[in-house]
């Protein structure tokens, strides 16, 4: 009897230790029961439309399909599954593209357990949750407009999402299987969020980035 009271949870994430262990993590709660573990977002697709779970922890980059698409989908098929993103990213443009996309939670993978379970329960219950390591001012509160515009402002969800990959060391023809667009998009994309950075070279994006504590390594 115990065990149907619980409620049901997809795992996506790449690695599979990490994978195996947050599945662990989650099922030790005695709250949760992992019907699909998940390498990846089209993965991730798929165990929702057959299980639709209650709840779906996504890492924010999962490959064949990025994440923020495998949630467009997830939400242009109507499945009422809540959604919680991990990352080790906490810049404001980052959690504001996660919500802006459908999820209702936003959990550093440098916090304990217990913020994960957290971000579950408010999720669960119709509320937004964001790991408190994350400065929450800064992310829903509108900027003076006396201060200089952050240039990652100007980017627009797609260009942020190429941005995203670039820095990760993903090729072009990868972000755009993962983005499900071609690569001449993509190739358009990245030349307009250069363009917006004033950053001509991928190099000069990781630097950019590793200056802004943006890549998986920062």
């Not at 029961?33 to 980059?61: I, M």
């Not at 329960?121 to 952050?150: A, C, H, M, T, W």
Request: aromatic share 4%.
């Amino acid at each position: 009897m115990e065990d149907q009271k619980r409620l049901s949870l997809v795992v996506g994430e790449e690695l599979a230790l990490v994978r195996e262990g947050l599945a662990a993590l989650c099922e030790v709660s005695g709250n949760y029961e992992v019907v699909a573990k998940c390498e990846d977002g089209a993965a991730v697709v798929v165990a929702v439309e057959e299980h639709h779970p209650d709840l779906a922890l996504l890492d924010l980059n999962l490959p064949r399909l990025f994440t923020l698409e495998a949630i467009r989908k997830i939400r242009e098929r109507l499945v009422n599954t809540k959604l919680v993103v991990m990352s080790t990213r906490r810049d404001r443009k980052t959690v504001l593209e996660v919500l802006r996309s459908g999820a209702g939670g936003y959990v550093l993978k440098s916090g304990p357990k217990e913020h994960l379970l957290d971000a579950f329960r408010q999720v669960l219950r119709g509320s937004i949750y964001v790991s408190p390591q994350v400065e929450i001012d800064k992310v829903f509160v509108s900027r003076n407009k006396r201060e200089p515009e952050d240039p990652l402002e100007t980017l627009s969800a797609r260009e942020y999402q190429v941005f995203t990959l670039l820095i990760d060391g993903i090729r072009a023809k990868e972000i755009a299987a993962r983005l499900e667009l071609s690569p001449k998009t993509v190739d358009t994309y990245r030349a307009s969020l250069m363009r917006k950075l004033d950053i001509h070279d991928v190099a000069g994006l990781v630097k950019f980035a590793i200056g802004r504590s943006l890549t998986a390594t920062a």
